[in-house]
């Protein structure tokens, strides 16, 4: 059964999650131009038109078709009080059966830092998730410098499992990262 992308909501207690969409763009563009210094070292290298309304456009198109395969599903997070957006989660890598897991990601504005909303949105998220889903696990990779990701991940019941050479791509260089996964049974509700 397919999930529809745009009725799907996730709301939290501070939080409202779902698909980004076209009206989307100011506000995704003004967020990431002022967390650039912020989220680059921890990030793919930025595309040359990086947060233009032609990067906007790649990305929306992109994350469409991922969550019409049922292989990405690509969210923004904005504060449930005024609907200011603070940042995006994401699960990728989809796979089912006899996998059934993803591969979690997720990016906070520089000014929303040190609030809780990232550890909360990653909560809602793996949530509906596992409901939604019917995922048996869920895995991250983080720096192993990245101290505030390590947080997010710890307080929701990630386990470290190990470490991965050269695992992805960030700022340009091939980076290690430590792993990290949920699995179903680890939820505590």
Same mark, same amino acid.
């Given at each position: 059964?397919?999930?529809? =992308?745009? %009725?799907?909501?996730?709301?939290?207690?501070?939080?409202?999650?779902?698909?980004? *969409?076209?009206?989307?763009?100011?506000?995704?563009s003004h967020l990431r131009k002022r967390s650039r210094k912020h989220l680059q070292p921890w990030e793919p290298s930025w595309p040359e038109d990086a947060n233009s309304r032609a990067d906007w456009s790649r990305r929306l198109q992109a994350w469409k078709s991922g969550w019409q395969s049922g292989r990405a599903y690509v969210f923004l997070i904005r =504060?449930? %009080?005024?609907?200011?957006?603070?940042?995006?989660?994401?699960?990728?890598?989809? *796979?089912?059966?006899?996998a059934d897991s993803a591969s979690l990601g997720y990016w906070l504005g520089v000014n929303f830092q040190g609030q809780g909303l990232m550890q909360e949105g990653v909560r809602?998220?793996?949530d509906w998730a596992f409901n939604n889903l019917h995922l048996h696990r869920i895995e991250a990779g983080i720096l192993a410098s990245n101290l505030r990701s390590r947080k997010v991940?710890?307080?929701?019941?990630?386990?470290?499992?190990?470490?991965?050479?050269?695992?992805?791509?960030i700022a340009g260089v091939r980076r290690d990262h430590v792993l990290f996964a949920l699995v179903r049974r680890d939820v505590q509700h």
């Amino acid at each position: 059964m397919a999930i529809s =992308r745009k %009725e799907t909501v996730i709301v939290s207690d501070r939080l409202v999650i779902e698909p980004p *969409r076209k009206r989307d763009f100011k506000d995704w563009s003004h967020l990431r131009k002022r967390s650039r210094k912020h989220l680059q070292p921890w990030e793919p290298s930025w595309p040359e038109d990086a947060n233009s309304r032609a990067d906007w456009s790649r990305r929306l198109q992109a994350w469409k078709s991922g969550w019409q395969s049922g292989r990405a599903y690509v969210f923004l997070i904005r =504060r449930l %009080e005024d609907s200011e957006l603070v940042g995006g989660v994401s699960l990728t890598n989809v *796979r089912g059966w006899p996998a059934d897991s993803a591969s979690l990601g997720y990016w906070l504005g520089v000014n929303f830092q040190g609030q809780g909303l990232m550890q909360e949105g990653v909560r809602a998220v793996c949530d509906w998730a596992f409901n939604n889903l019917h995922l048996h696990r869920i895995e991250a990779g983080i720096l192993a410098s990245n101290l505030r990701s390590r947080k997010v991940l710890e307080s929701n019941g990630f386990r470290e499992e190990g470490h991965a050479e050269k695992y992805l791509e960030i700022a340009g260089v091939r980076r290690d990262h430590v792993l990290f996964a949920l699995v179903r049974r680890d939820v505590q509700h």
